[in-house]
């Protein structure tokens, strides 16, 4: 019978005499990591595993059996999805901040209706400081998806992506009912993008193109 990955490294940790501070140190993590290992509360990732198999210049093979590497490899996997996704979000938030510059706003000047950008959109004064409020909201959301996308946990980059919708769809619902459609038709394009739809349908519409 296959010894789990807990016993095995807290025996090959004793093995060369090493405390589970030691080791968080020659792998550059917390101890509390490696105390969660050696407990059966966790595994690390595959960047994690493969530290350990130089540290003790074991296969990363004999440390875990097939399918728990499997299994390891799918969480990276999809680790890796949701900070990609973060960072789209982010950038599709922050790029909110063009609005400002961008002609997409209707100034009426008696004659005729021109586009202006929001630095000289005159009309309508609690409209206007609400468009930079929520160009605002949606830019520092931007900022702090793409922080969170690096440093923190799937769980708030859950919550964070969930936020980034509901506040992206009020800024939708707000400059639709101004009648902005420039800024609203680019806000929605760019809701499509945070949801995957344009990808998720030529994904789809691939393989059959074939």
């Known amino acids: 019978m ?3 990955f807990n016993k095995k490294l807290q025996q090959l940790r004793k093995e060369n005499g090493l405390t589970q501070e030691q080791l968080s140190e020659k792998l550059h993590i917390s101890r509390t990591a490696v105390s969660k290992w050696e ?4 595994f690390p990732n595959i960047e994690a595993l493969k530290n ?3 540290v003790f210049t074991v296969p990363v093979d004999d440390l875990l059996s097939n399918s728990e590497l499997h299994s390891i490899e799918q969480k990276d996997s999809l680790r890796k999805k949701d900070s990609l996704q973060t960072f789209v979000f982010g950038l ?3 790029s909110v901040l063009s609005f400002i510059f961008l002609p997409l706003y209707g100034e009426n000047t008696g004659s005729c209706i021109k586009a202006v950008n929001l630095l000289h959109y005159t009309q309508l004064w609690y409209m206007r400081v609400s468009f930079y409020l929520m160009t605002a909201l949606l830019c520092m959301t931007g900022i702090a998806e793409t922080v969170i996308g690096f440093f923190c946990s799937l769980k708030w980059q859950h919550r964070c992506r969930i936020y980034s919708l509901i ?3 009020v800024t939708i619902l707000l400059f639709a009912a101004a009648r902005e459609p420039y800024a609203t038709s680019l ?3 760019l809701i499509l993008i945070k949801t995957g739809i ?3 349908k030529a994904a789809r519409n691939g393989p059959a193109a074939r």
């Open 187 to 189: 806000l929605f394009i």
């Open 198 to 200: 344009p990808f998720k």
């Open 92 to 94: 599709c938030d922050f």
């Open 39 to 42: 407990s059966g509360r966790g």
């Open 167 to 169: 506040l992206h769809s």
């Open 2 to 4: 296959q010894t789990e």
């Open 52 to 54: 350990i198999s130089r």
